[in-house]
Structure formats: structure tokens, C-alpha cells
């Protein structure tokens, strides 16, 4: 039974698969759980709803974060992983075009926000800020260059910083304070990737790598993508507090937090089949990409398991009884945990074979299902009815992108004809 075992193990988890699942999986699996323990103690730092406008105020810095994002750092990790001669130059590139951007979102978001009459706005402001260090984050460059385990360690310093600076200098029930807690822990973990510069060649080829026109060509569809993401997880957040209050928010978010750390395997893995899958042609690519989906997949429903079984006896303890009501959530959020495994791994690949348009479509298709289900939900005053909204979204997003991403493998994987088809096509020619 054991050696059966081991034989269906392998199956699943190839120590090729393994070893990037114990690189990137397990680091972030380290993160999440650093990201709870920060969780912790803001919510017994803060009532609920003070932890529900700062979850409100974090929703508004992930879309800014990731418009900033512009969907150039999937794009630069593949572009340097497939030509470290123009690492440099690309380098030089990204880094002008994420500070532009950041900075003019920053200054776009915080002038909406004066102009909408949000009290809050400085406190906001202060938040944004930290678009810039995360822009300066190089975490990727060992990434590009298959290290996967230098990559790992990167991820955990921000995490370990914040938890360390949260226990040292408690909230006191302070939101200003938080900010500016959370904002060193980014700079100090963007700090923290400077040394690997030393990675990229100080001599390139000239021309070699993509301009800058270039270089937003092909990220604009994955930015569409990634912000679409970022609008599945934070925009029914941000309507459960406009039409609740912050106090129910604060239970939403603290659900959808708990399943969003539970993500980390699959994001890991994503990120890794990201720079493989640049280096992979033709049908070795579908064989590639299948044996992610069947890894993601297994651990989906391992993590789907333990959220049902072992997550709401915890819930409370870990949180405060102020904090129960958040148990009742998991299980309507819980489709879209589990779809979201397979997303992670299906974008890697629309992104590693530079499909940007399928990519692109995929995002719209998600949105198109998302505003009326979220429109329903707001009619219905249901918070159940939001979180299946974010599944069904996650839903038709999966499926057009296994759809897209099928229909343009399909070439590579069809049998070549045989030399009787051929001989009748050409007899049908003549």
C-alpha cells in the first residue's frame, strides 16, 4: 500500500514539480503564514471596524498597486529569462517606466479621492507610497535567472519585518501607525534585492532588448488581466463596506484573507512555470503546462479540505470572538479558492507563449460576469450572494483561458497527415 502510494505521489509531484513546489510553494507558504500572524495582531490592535477601513483602504492600494504594476514585471522576468545579454538595458527600461507610472497613479488615485470628499484621503496617500519601493523590489531577477530558491528567501522578508515591527510597536487602536509600519517593511524589503544586481551582465548586445513601446505592447494585456485579478478581490470588498459598513467588511476581508494566504502554493507555482514555460516550445510546452495544472490541482483539493475541516475552529481563537461571524463565509468563497489555483497556473502559461490578446480577453470575460453578479448581490443585500459572485467570475475566467490557450497549442499537438492524406491532397490540388 505504501509503495502504491509513493508510485501515485510521483505521479502527481515529479521531483521536477516538486522541487519548484518546495522553492516557491514553500517560501510562500512561509509568507502567508507571517501575512496571518500581521493579520492577528492588527485585529486585536484595531476594533472591527477599524480593521474594516483598513482592509477598505488596502482594496484601494492593491488596484493601484497593480495598475502601477502595468503588467511589465511577468514581462520583464520573461523577456530576461530568454535574453540575459540585454538584462541591463531591459532593466533600465522597466525600472523608468514602473516609477512613471506609479507615481502618476499615486497622484491620480489621491486627487479622485480629495475630490470624492473622502476624509480619510492623507491617511490614503501615505498608503500609496508604498507603490514605490514595491516598484523597486527585484525579487524577480533571481527568478529569471532559474533561481528559484534565492527567489523564495526574497519573498519572506517583508513579511518577517512587518510581523517583527508590528510586535515590537503595538497599534494601540493607531491606523496611522500601521501605514507607516507597513510602508518600511516595503522599503526595507525592496533594500533587501538591490545586491542581486550583481546578476545582470554589465556588458550587453546592443538592440537586444525591447524598447520601451515594446516592452507596454506586451504587457498592456497581462496588466488588464492582473488588474481584473485585483478587482475580483477587492471590489466586492469595498461594496460589502459601502453597503454594509466597515464593521461587516472587516468580517468579509478577514474570510477572503485567510483563503488569499491559502493561495501561496499556487502562486508559487505560477511563478516558477512562468520563466520554465519561456524556455518551452511546441508540445512540450501542453506536456509542461498539463503536469502544472494536475500539481495545482491536487493541491487544491488538499487546501480545500483543510480550510472546511480545521478553519472555523480556529478562526476564533486565532482573532477574537468579534471575529466569528468571518467562519460562515469560507465555505461561499471557497469555489473561487479553488479556481483560482488553476488561473494561476493558466495566466503563467498565456504569458510564457506571449498571448497577450487571449489573455486579455479571458480578463473582460471575467469582469463581464463579475458587475452583474455583484450588481445582484447589492440588490439582493446578501453577503453570500458576493462571494459566489467572485466565483462565478473566476469560473468564466478559467475556462477562456484553457480555451484560448488550447485552441493555439492545438497546431502542435495535432498528428502530421499521413502519405496517403498527403498524396490525395495533392492529387485534389492538381
Not at 477587492?234 to 472587516?250: E, I, K, M, N, T
Amino acid at each position: 500500500m505504501i509503495a502504491t502510494f509513493g508510485r501515485g505521489v510521483r505521479a502527481v509531484l515529479p521531483p521536477a514539480a516538486l522541487g519548484r513546489l518546495v522553492a516557491m510553494g514553500g517560501s510562500r507558504a512561509v509568507a502567508a503564514g507571517l501575512g496571518l500572524v500581521a493579520t492577528m495582531v492588527i485585529a486585536r490592535g484595531l476594533e472591527p471596524a477599524g480593521l474594516g477601513l483598513w482592509s477598505m483602504a488596502l482594496a484601494v492600494q492593491g488596484i493601484a498597486l497593480h495598475v502601477g504594476e502595468a503588467g511589465l514585471r511577468s514581462i520583464v522576468t520573461v523577456e530576461m529569462a530568454a535574453r540575459p545579454e540585454a538584462g541591463r538595458s531591459l532593466l533600465r527600461r522597466y525600472l523608468g517606466l514602473r516609477l512613471a507610472i506609479c507615481t502618476g497613479v499615486i497622484a491620480l488615485t489621491v486627487a479622485l479621492a480629495w475630490l470624492l470628499g473622502i476624509p480619510d484621503w492623507p491617511y490614503l496617500a501615505l498608503l500609496l507610497t508604498s507603490l514605490w519601493p514595491i516598484a523597486l523590489q527585484l525579487d524577480w531577477l533571481p527568478l529569471a535567472h532559474g533561481r528559484t530558491g534565492q527567489a523564495g528567501l526574497l519573498l519572506l522578508v517583508r513579511p518577517v519585518v512587518f510581523v517583527l515591527l508590528l510586535l515590537a510597536l503595538p497599534l494601540g487602536g493607531d491606523p496611522d501607525r500601521l501605514a507607516l509600519l507597513f510602508l518600511a517593511a516595503w522599503w526595507v524589503a525592496a533594500a533587501a534585492t538591490w545586491p542581486w544586481l550583481g546578476l545582470v551582465p554589465k556588458t550587453g548586445v546592443p538592440g537586444a532588448a525591447p524598447g520601451r513601446r515594446r516592452l507596454l505592447r506586451l504587457a498592456v494585456p497581462v496588466a488588464v488581466a492582473t488588474v481584473a485579478s485585483q478587482l475580483l478581490l477587492s471590489l466586492d470588498l469595498l461594496l460589502v463596506g459601502a453597503r454594509f459598513g466597515p464593521a461587516v467588511a472587516a468580517q468579509y476581508y478577514l474570510a477572503s484573507a485567510i483563503l488569499v494566504a491559502g493561495l501561496v502554493v499556487a502562486n508559487g507555482l505560477g511563478q516558477a512555470a512562468l520563466a520554465r514555460l519561456a524556455a518551452v516550445t511546441g508540445t512540450g510546452f501542453r506536456a509542461a503546462l498539463e503536469a502544472d495544472l494536475r500539481l495545482v490541482g491536487a493541491v487544491a483539493a488538499l487546501a480545500a479540505v483543510t480550510v472546511l475541516g480545521v478553519v472555523p475552529h480556529v478562526l476564533p481563537l486565532a482573532f477574537g470572538a468579534a471575529y466569528a461571524p468571518a467562519s460562515g463565509l469560507l465555505a461561499w468563497l471557497l469555489p473561487w479558492f479553488v479556481l483560482q489555483h488553476a488561473t494561476a497556473v493558466l495566466q503563467a502559461g498565456m504569458t510564457a507563449a506571449r498571448l497577450g490578446d487571449r489573455q486579455l480577453r479571458a480578463a473582460l470575460w471575467m469582469v463581464a460576469a463579475l458587475v452583474p453578479g455583484l450588481a445582484l448581490a447589492w440588490w439582493a443585500g446578501d453577503l453570500r450572494l458576493f462571494a459566489l459572485a467572485r466565483g462565478m467570475a473566476e469560473l468564466v475566467r478559467a475556462v477562456a483561458l484553457w480555451r484560448g490557450l488550447l485552441s493555439a497549442l492545438r497546431p502542435f499537438s495535432a498528428p502530421p497527415p499521413s502519405s496517403g492524406r498527403r498524396r490525395h491532397r495533392r492529387r485534389a490540388a492538381r
